[in-house]
């Protein structure tokens, strides 16, 4: 398998790339990683790689003369470049949609003519809205409710339709929230271990009780490579982690571990538009690539914790 990455410099996509380089994703010949390195994307993220192992290109999904040069050279693709912040998306969404959307056209049509064999779109569970109660399989519609979900559904149903329209093998992934080492210090689980560790309080959107399904890296990188190894074309397959709570008790357990306490939340006022209850159903991965959360939440806080604690020369320049 000839491979090109995209984002493979931001934080699951150089965690996949480091997956396949150890060896533990298997059966890719040649690695071809495409990053445009905006602020989190980070040349670190791949420090210890060799550099005989892939080829990293600095450069934007959507130079359709590079992306057209590269994809000669390839037969698959995962794409995880994209736009990914819900705040930073409210503040401006017009990034989002030129990446998510217009950068994924460029890449798609490349890859169709160059007749790339498989393309692979890694998504969000967010582009299905927010539930109340049960969980979403692949067939349920899309609501998303934030610019950052809708650049996500829009860039979907773009891949999507060129199954039908040019018989691409196209594969879409739609993961839950992703925690682990090399994740930006924005999201939420990096942001509340590096404030613990400067002694600040970590900042808890509205009452604490919107709902989230937690999945490790490292899981969903297995997850995604399932799917390229042994995925239909034209499916969509949602990839979980199997442990949904509530933030509140995700900040809770964060405090209690670094020896922390409730004293050290500060509640500040709710996201426009927060989505209340992610969740999503694998039973269809599950069931056809025999795919299951190998990590459990507990012991993954632990070593993410434990990872920024190491790695505060990664992390500090970010923040």
């Keep these: 398998m000839k491979l090109l990455v995209t984002g493979g410099a931001g934080f699951i996509g150089s965690n996949f790339v480091r997956m396949i380089t150890s ?33 990293f290109i600095e450069g934007d999904i959507c130079n359709q003369p590079l992306v057209e040069g590269i994809m000669k050279r390839v037969d698959c693709v995962v794409n995880f470049a994209a736009e990914s912040h819900v705040d930073r998306s409210i503040q401006s969404s017009k990034e989002f949609f030129r990446t998510n959307v217009l950068g994924t056209q460029t890449l798609i049509d490349a890859a169709r003519q160059n ?4 393309f692979l ?29 809708a650049s996500k559904a829009s860039g979907d149903l773009l891949v999507r339709s060129y199954v039908n329209t040019y018989g691409m093998d196209i594969r879409i992934t739609r993961c839950s929230n992703n925690y682990g080492p090399y994740q930006f210090p924005e999201k939420i689980i990096p942001l509340f271990i590096t404030n613990i560790i400067d002694g600040k309080k970590v900042p808890l959107f509205g009452n604490g009780l919107n709902r989230r399904d937690w999945l490790h890296v490292d899981d969903h ?44 939340i500060d509640f500040v006022p709710d996201r426009l538009g927060h989505d209340f209850r992610y969740s999503i159903s694998i039973n269809k991965i599950t069931s056809e690539l025999g795919y299951k959360p190998q990590v459990k939440f507990e012991a993954g806080i632990d070593k993410t914790i434990a990872w920024y604690i190491e790695n505060e020369r990664w992390w500090r320049p970010l923040k």
């Design 23 to 55: 060896g533990e994703l298997e059966g890719v010949t040649s690695l071809v990683v495409l990053d445009k390195l905006t602020y989190s994307g980070n040349l670190q993220n791949l420090d210890g790689i060799q550099k005989s192992e892939f080829e």
């Design 115 to 118: 007749s790339v064999a498989t």
């Design 221 to 264: 990188c297995r997850g995604i490579y399932a799917v390229l190894a042994s995925g239909k074309a034209g499916e969509i397959y949602n990839i979980g982690g199997g442990t949904e709570i509530t933030n509140k008790e995700l900040t809770t357990l964060i405090l209690n571990k670094m020896g922390k306490d409730f004293t050290d």
């Design 121 to 149: 779109q890694v998504s969000t569970d967010e582009v299905y809205g927010s539930i109340t109660n049960g969980s979403w399989d692949e067939q349920f519609p899309l609501k998303p409710n934030s610019p950052y979900a």
